[in-house]
T-cell receptor, first 115, second 116 residues
């Protein structure tokens, strides 16, 4: 069964460093998303991406964040200068254009720890 | 803005029914979902309900929607130890333009513990 994969599973970085979180969505999907979950808090939407551009972003997704689909398979989230409060589990998701409900398939997440 | 609330913990005995509750605020919510998260895994869609429905049944799962009270529940019949996980309620609007490519707003998740 096709699945969304994410690498690395755990990333530790120093405050101020750049990190790139990688995702491989399901191959025929057209919509891509990033969510994050700070420990003990809700899963929060960050950004959605469709047709090679951002379709929606949340207030969290400021100038420090960017997304890219550098080739036909990867979808990346870059944080330019990490802050302590960026420590969270980051989930990638993808969905197809069904014309019906929006079943988003989630990856297992990348745990980002900023020291 | 949108908000989704859930209770944090639920403990049941194996074989009993579990009922996980959720309330939401966004009146434009069109689809409501239940996701399951097992340790070390991503969020897995269990079931969903469209806002013009009151109930949906899928094997051991029953979803009830009270649109007036903006209340959603998930009932798991004959709960098993393998059902132990975190259950997330989520909602999204639907727009014809994007064909459903919309953000999900999640609750905090309910940790279900199934005891023998």
């Amino acid at each position: 069964e096709p699945e969304v994969t994410q690498t690395p599973s755990h990333q530790v970085t120093q405050m101020g460093q750049e990190v790139i979180l990688r995702c491989v969505p399901i191959s025929n999907h057209l919509y891509f998303y990033w969510y994050r979950q700070i420990l003990g808090q809700k899963v929060e939407f960050l950004v959605s991406f469709y047709n090679n551009e951002i379709s929606e972003k949340s207030e969290i997704f400021d100038d420090q964040f960017s997304v890219e689909r550098p080739d036909g398979s990867n979808f990346t989230l870059k944080i330019r200068s990490t802050k302590l409060e960026d420590s969270a589990m980051y989930f990638c998701a993808s969905s197809s254009f069904t014309g019906e409900y929006n079943e988003q398939f989630f990856g297992p997440g990348t745990r980002l720890t900023v020291l | 803005g949108e908000d989704v609330e859930q209770s944090l913990f639920l403990s049941v005995r194996e074989g009993d029914s579990s009922v996980i509750n959720c309330t939401y605020t966004d009146s434009s919510s069109t689809y409501l979902y239940w996701y399951k998260q097992e340790p070390g895994a991503g969020l897995q869609l269990l079931t969903y309900i469209f806002s013009n429905m009151d109930m949906k049944q899928d094997q051991r799962l029953t979803v009830l929607l009270n649109k007036k009270d903006k209340h959603l529940s998930l009932r798991i019949a004959d709960t098993q130890t393998g059902d132990s996980a975190i259950y997330f309620c989520a909602e999204s609007p639907w727009t014809a333009f994007t064909g459903g490519g919309n953000k999900l707003t999640f609750g905090t998740g309910t940790q279900l513990k199934v005891e023998l």
